[in-house]
């Protein structure tokens, strides 16, 4: 009687299972890779110090990339025109937010200075065809104090569970607005730049049912 019910667990058991094609499309599947764009911002921020500041950026970015200086530019036009400084701005990654299929991450965490000046970052990490991930947006300001360094890079990853509502935006109502979106829609950033060269950054992230704030950053006009 043993033996009938093994059989007949091992029976089910081999219905159930996946078969081949199921295999193949898990493997074809986009899927969030947060430990691959950990270690893509730590290659970045090596390579600032061993290469230099200006010339890790233009490697790391995409030909589309936008950065604030405090105006929006094309990272890769405005890059071209910079000398490396002596000595690099150093940083590290704190938390990442990635899309469900992974097209889209953003990292944040502190930086510092060889004036001595603290500040952090927000980056935003853009899948390429061979699976690199190079960056499409980068910001971040300085801080009255240091960002205290965490135990473990936080990690969240957006929910795949059902397809986000769009996200539907308000009119520019004459400020500049750079903005993009994971392919699966669970990952959203904006960042908004007023006519004084002040700015908003927001990043959105699917979850529960709903897209979450998971970023929200003010950045006050340059004196």
Not at 185 to 214: C, E, F, H, I
Request: hydrophobic share 40%; charged share 20%.
């Amino acid at each position: 009687m043993r033996f009938a019910l093994v059989a007949f667990a091992l029976a089910l058991a081999s219905c159930a299972a996946p078969g081949p094609r199921d295999r193949y499309e898990r493997l074809l599947t986009p899927t969030a890779n947060p430990g691959k764009v950990i270690a893509t911002e730590l290659a970045f921020a090596r390579a600032a110090q061993e290469d230099g500041q200006w010339t890790a950026f233009r490697e790391f970015a995409t030909g589309d990339a936008v950065m604030f200086v405090p105006e929006p530019v094309n990272a890769q036009t405005w890059l071209r025109s910079q000398s490396d400084p002596a000595r690099s701005v150093a940083w590290q990654p704190h938390a990442v937010w990635s899309s469900c299929d992974g097209s889209l991450a953003v990292t944040r965490g502190a930086w510092q200075r060889p004036d001595g000046s603290d500040g952090y970052f927000t980056t935003v990490w853009q899948r390429q065809r061979d699976g690199d991930y190079t960056w499409v947006m980068d910001q971040g300001d300085v801080l009255p104090e240091p960002l205290a360094a965490p135990t473990m890079i936080a990690t969240q990853v957006a929910d795949c569970d059902s397809p986000p509502t769009p996200v539907v935006m308000s009119g520019r109502n004459g400020n500049t607005r750079s903005e993009g979106r994971s392919d699966d829609g669970t990952l959203y950033w904006d960042v908004v730049v007023r006519p004084d060269a002040s700015r908003s950054v927001m990043v959105k992230l699917w979850q529960d049912g709903a897209m979450r704030n998971v970023v929200s950053e003010e950045v006050a006009a340059p004196q």
